[in-house]
T-cell receptor
């Protein structure tokens, strides 16, 4: 089955700096790569996703890049704010079945 | 996007009892729902795929006789934790996907608010 590795496990940045979280996956059939933000005790919230037909996608301060050849994808958050502090999960899945496998999570702390 | 609710939001029970958790898709008819479990400070682990009108598909290592799933309608799936034990204490979250196009997934996964189960 699919294996998704995520790093770093924890990340501290100063407010205004950028944060980068990286993930790798194993299943070459995967073509859907969402990123979720989860605050303590709450449900995961989709913040951005990318499909295999594009290499990069951007939404305001958040961007995701995908390298299918190397089987890795990354989340980039620019101009970080304290409210960006949360646990972020990457995930990957293959089209049609709708099943996604989650990475291990990254706890991001933005220091004011 | 889809609105997903869960009930109860939290439950405390004694060891050996059974607990039923409901997952409802409020504005979308879901033939498939997913059940995840999340232990503290860990990632989400898929437990099973709930299929409307048929048997659920369980992930490797998940006991189907312990975690009973019923998907009786297009808007409701239930997860029953039978003979619960303290090690079953966890955050249980359901999810649905909305929409496919020509066999290709072009949809988004929406999660319920989760149910925190504590078994004493």
């Amino acid at each position: 089955g699919e294996n998704v590795e995520q790093h770093p496990s924890t990340l501290s940045v100063q407010e205004g700096d950028s944060a980068v979280i990286k993930c790798t996956y194993s299943d070459s059939a995967s073509n859907y790569f969402p990123w979720y933000k989860q605050e303590l005790g709450k449900r995961p919230q989709l913040i951005i996703d990318i499909r295999s037909n594009v290499g990069e996608k951007k939404d305001q301060r958040i961007a995701v890049t995908l390298n299918k050849t190397a089987k890795h994808f990354s989340l980039h958050i620019t101009e970080t704010q304290p409210e960006d502090s949360a646990v972020y999960f990457c995930a990957s899945g293959a089209g049609g079945y709708q099943k996604v496998t989650f990475g291990t999570g990254t706890k991001l702390q933005v220091i004011p | 996007g889809a609105v997903v609710s869960q009930h109860p939001s939290w439950v405390i029970c004694k060891s050996g009892t059974s607990v039923k958790i409901e997952c409802r898709s409020l504005d979308f008819q879901a033939t498939t729902m997913f059940w995840y479990r999340q232990f503290p400070k860990q990632s989400l682990m898929l437990m099973a795929t709930s299929n409307e009108g048929s048997k659920a598909t369980y992930e490797q290592g998940v006991e189907k006789d312990k975690f009973l799933i019923n998907h009786a309608s297009l808007t409701l799936s239930t997860l029953t934790v039978t003979s619960a034990h303290p090690e079953d204490s966890s955050f249980y979250i359901c999810s649905v996907f909305t929409g496919t196009s020509g066999g290709t997934r072009v949809d988004t996964q929406y999660f319920g608010p989760g149910t925190r189960l504590t078994v004493l």
